[in-house]
């Protein structure tokens, strides 16, 4: 299925049914995330790339929150 047939589609859908295949199209998208298939670009994404660029983290990061006092 070409791109141009996938607008056609989902334009020729009602709004509440485009915003549902939007919900699904981010599913998917966070779904493929999570496995090892290749992104868009053919490259497969590896943990810990990102490693030492986190400069600063409040020391109280891991500490409750107030707003969630009443469900501890």
Avoid: C, W
Avoid at 16 to 33: D, G, R, S, V
């Amino acid at each position: 299925m070409s791109q141009q047939q996938v607008i056609h589609l989902f334009q020729s859908l009602v709004p509440k049914f485009q915003e549902e295949a939007i919900t699904f199209m981010e599913f998917l998208m966070n779904k493929q995330k999570a496995s090892k298939l290749p992104d868009a670009k053919g490259k497969i994404r590896k943990a810990g790339t990102l490693k030492g660029l986190i400069n600063y983290m409040a020391p109280d990061f891991d500490a409750p929150l107030d707003d969630m006092k009443d469900y501890m």
